[in-house]
């Protein structure tokens, strides 16, 4: 099958990867050139706009950084929509509101398209090695069609709902990642701060109850205060102002997500806004030092 990327950035080079390990043909766009050679040594097309990514695959998928340029991809004059065909399917990758997901599900479909809503929740480098899983929400029937080309990005892509509802889900997930990178970063500094081997310190918590994914995907970061991003924190922001806006319009309280994003909001004000979330640590780090000076 012929996949269009719009958005070949981490994510979506991960994605990219999959999909030509599991014999697909990729066609993508993105509007930073280095982004495509690197598609193109993948065996990839690269593409001059989303348009022609349209006009060149059966399936579209988008794996944009923001609200406005997946809005633009999809339903701009040069975008997926106005490019397109009845009956050509998008999925929609990126992490944006459950309400502009709803809105783009509709609008989709009124123009004879087919929408399916299908954020992932997995880093980039977990979702390189086949590590993750993929939410879906729209109709049945073009997720049972489409759910063995969903599996050859990621072996588990749950149908949890309507457009729009994957998306929530979506959130909830990252709410865990925000807490338990932080939670991390914390376990972290205090045993290094009481004078513990970090690396022996997260040996022992990955084999035991304390253990999560974060633990093992950003620890190690975290102990060599290397942050080569997997999730760049600025973008990361943005899904932590999703988060509070679902919250509020779900009316569910977020004590332990307000304090860890004014943490992640420090280490962004700090200029740590293109390395990995777990670059967090750097700010428990800073006040530690404030506190023995």
């Not at 006009?55 to 991809?73: G, K």
């Not at 009956?87 to 509709?106: C, D, H, N, V």
Request: aromatic letters at 4%.
């Amino acid at each position: 099958m012929k996949v269009g990327i719009v958005g070949v950035g981490l994510l979506g080079d991960a994605i990219a990867s999959r999909l030509r390990a599991a014999g697909h043909a990729v066609v993508g766009f993105d509007v930073v050139p280095a982004t495509l050679d690197r598609l193109a040594a993948r065996g990839g097309t690269p593409a001059k706009s989303a348009g022609d990514v349209a006009r060149a695959a059966e399936v579209v998928c988008t794996v944009l950084p923001s609200l406005a340029t997946v809005e633009e991809a999809i339903l701009g004059a040069h975008g997926i929509v106005a490019a397109g065909r009845a009956g050509q399917t998008i999925f929609q990758m990126s992490t944006i509101s459950p309400s502009l997901t709803e809105r783009l599900a509709r609008e989709t479909s009124a123009r004879g398209l087919v929408f399916l809503d299908c954020p992932i929740s997995g880093t980039s480098g977990m979702v390189a090695q086949g590590q993750g899983v993929i939410f879906v929400g729209g109709d049945r029937e073009p997720y049972d069609r489409y759910k063995p080309l969903l599996e050859s990005i990621l072996p588990r892509a749950v149908h949890v709902g309507r457009a729009g509802q994957a998306m929530v889900l979506k959130l909830v997930a990252n709410l865990l990642v925000a807490l338990n990178s932080a939670a991390t970063a914390e376990a972290i500094n205090l045993a290094r701060q009481s004078g513990l081997d970090p690396q022996i310190v997260l040996d022992v918590l990955s084999t035991g109850a304390a253990t999560s994914r974060m633990l093992e995907v950003r620890g190690p970061l975290m102990i060599r205060g290397e942050f080569p991003p997997q999730m760049k924190l600025d973008l990361f922001m943005k899904d932590l102002h999703l988060i509070q806006d679902a919250a509020k319009a779900a009316g569910a309280p977020l004590p332990l997500t307000d304090i860890a994003e004014r943490l992640y909001a420090a280490a962004l004000a700090a200029g740590h806004g293109g390395d990995d979330l777990a670059c967090v640590i750097t700010e428990l780090e800073r006040s530690a030092k404030g506190g023995k000076s």
